[in-house]
């Protein structure tokens, strides 16, 4: 008789679904590691001297249908009104077949940036319509695939001018009838870099002599629509270049920016089809005119070839980017919003260029009804401002604001506040008849008449200025003509997704990147109308549950990290960067020491850091590393020394970017305190720490996270991403807030939205709310494990490059390929690549070490998926001494002509010196559930070359 086995997976706990291996997996793995327990091994890897035993005091975890309850009990508590705030947030349909084929679908939310071009073909398409939509409606020459916000947008095409333009004055000007939460974040922006915001009345007042650039925003935030020509005519005239931040439905029927000159415009596409989310995430958008497309920030979709000659995507101008440029980058972006740029482009593809406008045109009258309603009051304490106008509508009502936005908010209607005297009234795609009564309802009442006007029963003529009428086509492509009936959109959607992989094909393996489970449940809130219908200016009375969910979820985040205040405002780990170091800024102003500048920064640190430093005022000066890949404590002392007077920050990631627990963390932070500095922890590496070791703990005084790596938002491709930033208390007083100071004194922004992508924040609560202490820590052991897993089986095939005490590494390793190039001249693309062809995702290359792997397999990577991984990458290893012998020649090898197209391996001739099974399904390829990428390797040089980042015509396909 045998005992009962009982299983070895609680069905109730959550952490054993997240968490890949069970036990028995976990005990073989540590046996080959070598190992008795996870605790045995973290203590081995983890540096005493950081190394934190107490438990995390978090709830304790809670099961799925309980943390659903809760969440449904918070959604209960934020109350979905009629919006008609507006200020850049405006309701919208999504159409249904984009929500739940895009939105709610793992195969486009889980999938990583398009750095793999071969396996992601059908998300860049998706891109391509995106940056054509923008290109074409703003009538520019170049979009790049979305930015975070409105905000930023326009701070970042704030910096394009002051780069790209001649004039050496200081001065921006910004029209005062631009969005608030815009002007706060280009103040924000501009203050570091010695840039002059100045805010001018452009109705009444005249341009200043001298400025390198002008913001203008159209439609106004007013509602009034204005003829620009004469500005921007007089800007061009001094120098200056000109920035329209535009409303791209306006611009269906409005005359776009392009036509009339504009350099740049930027902007959201949050109305085509993406929910308000409470300020967040949407997709901003910058658009370029004609040379300036190499100078444009973040990234840009462009059209290359493949191995065959076939036309293919791929991200261009990638040497622009931080990764490469450092602090010479055009910007510190990297995540994006990739997700909701493709939801808002597929909401052009789904409506095409005829139904975009009649949305317009229906949002445009309703606006137009509502003022005939109002005039029809006939009572002159009731007017309005502007007779231009497209969907806003800015009423006079002296000294009764705040009554009418009671009265209406009392009917369910929420409108803006302008003044004492001023209400601003938005019309958007959701709003109805019945809406427009109400509002006109509230007006009669407070003129002592009975009743109003029934909006359906009133005439009312076009309030849109007519020499500003749009006469130019737009959306002509063919894609935007050919998916309107749900059965086109949905066969279109699906086969774009099965173009790429995502994670639910298989392991994404990103050093870096924290590529882990994202579980449903979390995912689910995110498209609750209690959550996603939520205007990021309601009152306050209606997002009580929002401000819980926030507080709660920034104290956990507290806790975890062992800071005493986190904002969760940043919308990428970027951004979460840029707050931190301006944090830092703030203090030594504050202390009277504004001559500390210099921010130290390890040569091996991701490329973000030296931008972000670059952007909060800060000279980068580099340290090196220690052979073991360490921060090089001799040469951090050195540049200590030189500059210890003007020393602001260091800025190191831990675990390092070279994945190892580095011994000297402790005596670094003593060492830059002591001369007077701050201690920065970039922590998108938290997955190696968290349960284990605090940074605000370990001698850090301030930290950004990645929400979308450690904390399960799905990286959607590319974005949304929230980045928030933790500080110790001496801190705290700088950390981003709400510039408008609704309840409090205004504080500044690094996002356009309070609390940034707060329709996102849902997730990573329900992650630490699923998890709880035990679960969070355990997950970080078997991260570690994996990792080391990994290693211990792939050293003998590749050297990994960098480990720490004992030989382990944290939760990532770097399999160094630069001895095998060498001798083989097999590149570390072509493993890449070759990898596409055994069924996985590339590990990161090349960083942080040209010429290598990382990879980093996280803890829901089952031992079955982690051994296929071995598996592969010993198979290649195998391949490449066959190249190696010179059985296979050099330039005509499997991994050189990877990755494989079903059209290639199928085709009649086959001219290459190894079988066409070994090129498609080589040893261990799952015959049933093989992955074929659409297009063989991709030309990055000729793209570049030859930059085209809107669709090509269909011709182009043709073979
Ligand atoms: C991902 C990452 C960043 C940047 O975060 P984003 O959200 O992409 O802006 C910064 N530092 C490190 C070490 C990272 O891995």
């Known amino acids: 008789m045998t005992t009962p086995q009982f299983p070895a997976r609680d069905i109730g706990r959550f952490s054993d679904r997240h968490i890949g291996p069970d036990a028995e997996a976990e005990r073989r793995m540590l046996e080959t590691v070598g190992y008795d327990s996870i605790d045995d091994l973290m203590d081995a890897a983890i540096p005493e001297a950081i190394r934190w035993t107490g438990t995390l005091d978090l709830p304790p975890a809670a099961t799925e249908d309980e943390v659903i309850a809760e969440l449904r009990a918070l959604a209960a508590r934020n109350t979905v009104a009629v919006s008609m705030i507006g200020l850049g947030y405006h309701g919208t349909h999504t159409p249904a077949v984009i929500r739940r084929n895009v939105l709610e679908n793992p195969a486009w939310y889980t999938a990583y940036t398009p750095y793999q071009p071969e396996i992601s073909q059908g998300r860049l398409e998706a891109l391509l319509n995106f940056q054509t939509m923008v290109t074409d409606l703003t009538g520019l020459a170049t979009a790049n695939a979305s930015m975070l916000d409105e905000g930023t947008a326009a701070a970042e095409a704030m910096t394009l001018a002051r780069r790209a333009g001649k004039s050496s004055s200081p001065v921006y000007v910004v029209d005062a009838d631009t969005l608030p939460q815009t002007i706060a974040v280009l103040a924000t922006r501009a203050e570091p870099l010695g840039i002059e915001v100045r805010v001018v009345d452009l109705d009444t007042e005249p341009l200043p002599a001298q400025f390198f650039g002008l913001h203008l925003q159209y439609p106004g935030a007013s509602g009034a629509v204005r003829d620009h020509t004469a500005l921007v005519e007089a800007a061009h005239a001094t120098g200056a270049l000109v920035t329209v931040a535009a409303d791209l439905l306006a611009l269906t029927l409005l005359r776009p920016p392009g036509e009339i000159g504009v350099d740049i415009a930027a902007g959201t596409t949050q109305r085509f089809g993406v929910p308000m989310g409470f300020g967040g995430p949407h997709a901003g958008y910058l658009a370029v005119r004609g040379g300036l497309e190499r100078m444009l920030p973040g990234r840009l979709v462009g059209v290359s070839r493949d191995a065959a000659g076939d036309p293919a995507y791929r991200l261009a101008l990638q040497t622009r980017e931080q990764h490469i440029r450092r602090e010479r980058a055009t910007s510190n972006i990297c995540t994006a919003q990739v ?317 390092s970017t070279h994945g190892v627990y580095e011994g000297g963390i402790a005596t670094l932070c003593a060492r830059v305190h002591d001369a007077g500095g701050q201690v920065y922890v970039d922590g998108a590496n938290l997955n190696a720490l968290l349960g284990f070791a605090k940074p605000g703990r370990f001698g850090a005084d301030v930290s950004h996270l990645n929400l ?175 190249v190696g012998t010179g059985e296979w020649p050099t330039g005509d090898n499997p991994l050189a002509n990877a990755p494989h197209t079903a059209v290639m391996v199928s085709g009649d001739d086959w001219p290459h010196p190894y079988p066409r099974s070994v090129a498609a399904y080589p040893g261990g390829v799952d015959r049933l559930g093989k992955y074929w990428p659409p297009v063989r390797r991709i030309d990055d040089a000729y793209g570049d070359r030859n930059l085209v980042c809107a669709c090509p015509p269909p011709e182009a396909f043709e073979n």
């Not at 090089?632 to 003007?646: P, V």
């Not at 001496?730 to 356009?752: F, I, K, N």
């Not at 399999?815 to 190039?821: A, H, K, Q, S, V």
């Open 708 to 882: 979308h790596k450690t904390f399960c938002i799905p990286h959607g491709g590319g974005g949304p991403g929230v980045g928030p930033v933790a500080v110790r208390a001496h801190l705290a007083p700088y950390l981003p807030g709400d510039p408008l100071g609704t309840d409090g004194p205004a504080r500044p922004a690094v996002s356009a939205a309070r609390y940034g992508s707060a329709g996102i924040l849902p997730i990573p609560w329900a992650y630490l709310r699923l998890m709880g202490p035990e679960g969070l820590t355990r997950a970080t052991g078997v991260a570690v494990l994996a990792a080391n897993y990994v290693a211990t089986r792939l050293r003998g095939h590749y050297p990994v490059l960098y480990a720490g005490n004992k030989g382990l590494v944290a939760h990532e390793c770097i399999l160094d390929l630069r001895g095998l190039t060498k001798a083989t001249g097999v590149s570390v693309n072509d493993v890449a690549k070759r990898l596409i062809d055994y069924g996985f995702h590339a590990p990161t290359m090349s960083f942080p070490v040209a010429g290598t792997l990382m990879v980093e397999p996280t803890e829901s990577e089952d031992l079955a998926e982690l051994d296929r991984f071995c598996a592969a990458m010993i198979a290649i290893r195998a391949e490449i001494d066959q």
């Open 339 to 655: 997700l909701l740029a493709v939801m808002a482009g597929m909401y052009a593809v789904y409506h095409g260029p005829a139904g975009l406008r009649a949305i317009a045109q229906r949002v445009h009258r309703r606006a137009a009804t509502l003022d005939r309603l109002l005039r029809d009051l006939d009572d002159p304490q009731i007017t309005l401002v502007h007779q231009a106008y497209f969907d806003t509508l800015l009423v006079q009502v002296p000294g009764r604001a705040e009554r009418v936005l009671a009265d209406a908010a009392d009917r369910g209607v929420n409108l803006r506040l302008v003044d004492a005297d001023h209400v601003g009234i938005s019309c958007d795609e959701t709003t109805t008849g019945a809406h427009l009564a109400t509002v006109a309802d509230v007006f009669a009442r407070l003129s002592g008449s009975t009743s109003a006007g029934v909006p359906d029963a009133v005439e009312a003529p076009s309030a849109l200025p007519a020499g500003l009428a749009r006469t130019s086509d737009f959306l002509a492509h063919p894609v935007f003509r050919s998916h309107h009936s749900e059965t086109a959109m949905l066969r279109y959607l699906r086969r774009l997704s099965d173009l790429d992989y995502a994670l639910d094909r298989g392991m994404i393996p990103l050093g870096s990147c924290t590529m882990k489970l994202n579980a449903t449940t979390e995912m689910e809130p995110v498209s609750w109308a209690e959550f996603a219908d939520i205007h990021p200016f309601a009152p306050a009375a209606q997002t009580a549950g929002y401000a819980e969910l926030v507080a709660s979820l920034e104290r956990w985040l507290a806790e975890v990290t062992g800071y005493d205040a986190v904002s969760v405002q940043p919308n990428a780990g970027s951004q979460g960067e840029l707050a931190g170091l301006l944090a830092i800024r703030a203090y030594h102003r504050e202390r009277g020491e504004a001559h500390r500048d210099v921010c130290l920064i390890p040569s091996s640190a991701h490329g973000t850091n030296a931008a972000s430093a670059v952007m909060a005022g800060m000279r980068v000066v580099v340290v090196g590393c220690d052979g073991d890949g360490d921060v090089d404590l001799a040469d951090l002392d050195r540049k200590i020394e030189a500059h210890r007077d003007t020393l602001a920050a260091i800025m190191v990631t831990y675990p």
